[in-house]
Every structure is written in structure tokens, then in C-alpha cells.
């Protein structure tokens, strides 16, 4: 049944990419690409990399918080293994599967694993929401852009808040109502047999917000150096700050589960966006090619210790 949806999802990312190119020129798009300037390409790269390398900094900081001394290597290959994953599972799921990564490479106990995680993840979920909001407003005030766009996007940004917020009430909240919470949904229903533990060790993470919220700022100002650099490979003149409030409205659509990292979404909401700035479509979705190519560029760097765990997981059960 698993595999099934995650066919579906695969079919539908690819079926909204083919709707899309449907409606541009190919030549345009492979013009635009084939005229990418590989410095600053290379420049976005690297963005992306120190991105990954704040994350799997914070993550380390949170793992010593709760009692886990890990070399800084072992962690980020850890990390780097779950956003490879998160790369091409619907909503970016994948990346929860980090926690076994960790457990499988220096035996942290996977609801261990998961309190670093969890609480962080809905924390950068509001924040996105955040970066969203001040997107949406800043296109209604300096912008022509129609109603529709921002009910959307608002509803959207309603939604990941919502998430983020339950997301914290699980990791905070009452044992008991956090409980019946977690038993209805697939996948973390499997922790409620865990939750003392994994509540213990989320509670112990709790004063950590602060370092949370700088870690989270200086990760968004990467990410946004990432599309700064990928613009200007292609001759796209935005400024940093509008690509830095781009970044998290636009992102949101990745967290969809609906296809494989937002397959398909995130493109059309980037010619979408684009479009306010009087940027072609064929140019848009050039520039979203190369967000999927810089990342995956980046983030193959995971794939050796994913084989390693996979091979090691299954060696056991044998």
C-alpha cells in the first residue's frame, strides 16, 4: 500500500512537470540552461552546503544537549543521509528517517533521535510561516499580484503553522493528550509506545530556543544566498533581500504531501512568483531546475551512508 501511494505521488509530481512544459518552449528553457554560469553555480552550491552544515551542527548541539557525544562527521553524514532521502519523499518525510541513520551508525536510541528533530522541525515550520507572511505582505504593498495568489498562499502558510504548532504541543504538551494525538497518525503513531522517553528528552531540548532560532537565521540566509547565486547564473536580477523573502514562501510548497518534495508544486510556484517580477517562464522554471540540481548535488553526499545503513539493516534481519 506504501509503495502504491508513493507511486501515485511520483505520478502526480511528474504529471504537474509535464502540464507545465506543456505550456513553455523547451528550446528557451534548454537555451537558458545551457548559458548557466558555473561560478556562481558552484557559489550556490556551496550556499546549500553551509545550509546542510548549520543543520547538522544544530542537530549535534541537540544531540550532546540530551546526553549523545557524536563526532560532527558521524552527524552531518547522518543528516546528509536523511535529506537525501527527504529529496524524494513526499512532503520531505523522509528526512524523519534520520533518526534510525543514527541509531544504525552510533546507537542513538531512535525517540532519542527524533526529539532533536521533532520540536526543530515545527520551530522552523513557524518560522517559515513567518518568512511567508512578510513575503505575502511585502508582494501585496510594492506588487500587482491577484487576490487568488495571496488567499492561497495564505492558506497555506495557515496550514504549516497549524503543523508547527501541533508539532510543538506534541513534543511540550501533556503526556496523556499528546498520546491520543500521536496514536491517529501514520508513521508517529509507532512512537507512542516510546513517548515518555521521547518527551523526556524534547523537554531537556526545550531551553535550547534560543540557539534553535539562531541556528534556523543563519541556515535562511544561506538558503537565500543559494537562490541569490542561482539567479545570477542565469541573469536573474533580484536582490538578496526579496530572494530572502521568497525563499520560505515559495518552500512551503515542498513540504506538500502531495508529490516527491513538492514535484511539480514548487516549480509552478516559482514561475508563478517569478511572473510578479516580469521574469519568463521558461526563465522560472530554468531557475527551479537548477534548485533541484544544486540540491541533489549537495545532498548525494548522504547517499553512501544510506546503502551503508540500508545494507547494515537488512544483514540483521538476515
Excluded at 547522518?78 to 543514527?102: E, K, W
Excluded at 528533530?117 to 510594492?142: D, H, N, R, T, W
Excluded at 534560543?210 to 533580484?238: H, P, R, S
Excluded at 544510506?306 to 538476515?318: A, F, K, L, M, P
Aim: charged share 15%; glycine share 8%; aromatic share 12%.
Amino acid at each position: 500500500m506504501k509503495k502504491l501511494h508513493l507511486f501515485i505521488q511520483i505520478i502526480i509530481g511528474v504529471s504537474i512537470i509535464a502540464f507545465i512544459l506543456n505550456k513553455l518552449n523547451l528550446n528557451e528553457i534548454f537555451e537558458v540552461l545551457k548559458k548557466t554560469d558555473l561560478s556562481y553555480f558552484i557559489m550556490a552550491c556551496l550556499s546549500y552546503l553551509f545550509l546542510d552544515l548549520i543543520l547538522a551542527l544544530r542537530l549535534s548541539y541537540l544531540l550532546k544537549k540530551i546526553g549523545h557525544e557524536m563526532k560532527l562527521k558521524d552527524v552531518f553524514l547522518s543528516h546528509m543521509g536523511g535529506m537525501i532521502i527527504g529529496d524524494i519523499t513526499p512532503g520531505r518525510s523522509g528526512y524523519f528517517l534520520t533518526p534510525l541513520i543514527l541509531r544504525k551508525k552510533s546507537g542513538v536510541p531512535i525517540t532519542e533521535g527524533m526529539a532533536c528533530i521533532f520540536a526543530p522541525q515545527g520551530i522552523e515550520f513557524i518560522l517559515k510561516v513567518a518568512g511567508a507572511v512578510a513575503a505575502i505582505i511585502y508582494l501585496s504593498f510594492y506588487l500587482n499580484i491577484e487576490k487568488n495568489f495571496i488567499i492561497y498562499a495564505g492558506i497555506g502558510s495557515v496550514i504549516l503553522l497549524v503543523v508547527g504548532i501541533l508539532m510543538l504541543l506534541v513534543s511540550w504538551n501533556n503526556e496523556k493528550m499528546t498520546s491520543k494525538f500521536l496514536v491517529r497518525i501514520p508513521f508517529l503513531n509507532k512512537f507512542t509506545e516510546n513517548l515518555s522517553s521521547f518527551k523526556d528528552r524534547s523537554i531537556l531540548i526545550k531551553d535550547s530556543l534560543n540557539i534553535i532560532l539562531i541556528l534556523y537565521t543563519m541556515g535562511w540566509i544561506f538558503a537565500a544566498l543559494q537562490w541569490y547565486f542561482l539567479g545570477k547564473a542565469i541573469g536573474i536580477e533580484i536582490s538578496f533581500f526579496i530572494f530572502f523573502l521568497l525563499h520560505p514562501l515559495i518552500t512551503i510548497l515542498m513540504f506538500v504531501p502531495l508529490s516527491p518534495a513538492g514535484l511539480g508544486l514548487m516549480e509552478g510556484g516559482i514561475i508563478l512568483v517569478f511572473s510578479f517580477f516580469g521574469i519568463s517562464p521558461a526563465l522560472g522554471m530554468a531557475f527551479s531546475v537548477l534548485v533541484r540540481v544544486s540540491i541533489l548535488v549537495v545532498d548525494i553526499i548522504g547517499l553512501k551512508t544510506v546503502i551503508s545503513v540500508s545494507g547494515r539493516t537488512q544483514s540483521e534481519e538476515w
